[in-house]
């Protein structure tokens, strides 16, 4: 074998050694098809919901993929600019949930982009400080040997958002599930102090098990134990606000429907308002919709969540346990500008 045919062997090993790893990612990749309503078996009440909510589905299973497929955080940066701006935080929702696994795979250290967890939450945390860490309880719900690593990496007064989306991956794959609640993420972790989180990302989760209808998912909710309630309501008021797309009669209707929890509902749309407005891409419907769910302007919606939040140079927070304490403090202060 000449030098030069040596040379080219060489070369073509190194490049399939380097090549191998992030082709083995591709095992965790996830179909488009897991969005599909008669896959999952939630029916919609016209054909414009299903459509806007499987989009939703598949955008974040984009973002996954993407994450999965890459081996460079400018690739999964260029891609979220391209899907339509409304839908971007549930793209990095996606690609945050995608590299979390992606880090707690054998080969993670030898793709050329270790990490990718951290590196995603550092580049997007100005304009997504909520989306991605909720990505990461959908991990966390996948990867169980990865689960004290990624909650010990996350900002512990954000991270009870990790256990929101650990809720919401629970019941969007197994909706059965919703009724157990937060029991299995409090044994997997000892104990963990969390399980409201957990049932306001259930919550969100309803907006899409029930095919987007209102009156199945405050069905839903009405049937779980009434201690569970207000937070699976803050849920769906965050859901309805944030995926946008329903009426002005379908978000009165949440209202009502909601009786003594729509202070809840109302807690939940002020959130999701203010996600939007940090990663700049709040719609007008998206007003709207805080605003019904409110009974506030917006722009007082969003100073009231604001001033509300603890000032984190302030207050301890060294555990979860603080952490969840704190935040539960935060909602509980926005909800009380809320008289409906």
Not at 98 to 119: E, H, I, Q
Not at 282 to 292: L, N, P
């Amino acid at each position: 074998m000449t030098y030069s045919n040596s040379a080219s062997v060489m070369s073509y090993f190194y490049n399939l050694m380097g090549e191998l790893p992030q082709k083995c990612n591709r095992v965790a990749l996830l179909s488009e098809q897991e969005a599909n309503f008669r896959k999952r078996g939630f029916k919609a009440p016209n054909a414009d919901r299903q459509a806007l909510l499987e989009t939703i589905g598949v955008t974040f299973i984009q973002g996954y993929n993407e994450a999965l497929n890459t081996s460079q955080l400018e690739s999964i940066l260029v891609f979220e600019r391209r899907i339509k701006r409304s839908h971007q935080g549930f793209f990095l929702e996606g690609a945050a949930m995608g590299c979390a696994v992606a880090d707690g795979l054998p080969w993670s250290k030898l793709t050329g982009f270790a990490n990718r967890f951290s590196t995603l939450l550092q580049a997007t945390s100005e304009r997504h400080p909520y989306l991605t860490i909720v990505g990461a309880g959908w991990a966390m719900a996948r990867i169980p040997w990865r689960r004290s690593a990624i909650l010990s990496s996350l900002d512990q007064f954000l991270a009870p958002l990790a256990f929101d989306g650990w809720g919401f991956h629970d019941t969007y794959f197994r909706p059965s599930r919703l009724k157990q609640g937060a029991a299995g993420a409090v044994r997997s972790l000892g104990g963990n102090p969390a399980a409201r989180s957990w049932d306001q990302g259930a919550g969100r989760a309803l907006w899409f098990t029930s095919g987007g209808s209102v009156e199945r998912a405050c069905n839903e909710i009405y049937s779980q134990a009434p201690e569970r309630q207000a937070d699976l309501f803050a849920g769906l008021g965050l859901a309805m606000t944030y995926a946008s797309g329903a009426t002005k009669i379908e978000l009165q209707s949440l209202r009502s429907l909601s009786g003594a929890h729509s202070k809840d509902v109302a807690q939940g749309s002020a959130f999701a308002l203010e996600a939007h407005e940090c990663a700049g891409t709040a719609s007008t419907e998206v007003r709207k919709a805080c605003q019904i769910l409110t009974g506030k302007d917006p722009r007082d919606v969003i100073r009231i969540v604001n001033e509300a939040r603890p000032n984190q140079r302030t207050i301890a927070v060294v555990s979860l346990a603080n952490g969840q304490e704190n935040y539960e403090q935060w909602r509980s202060d926005v909800r009380a500008n809320f008289v409906l």
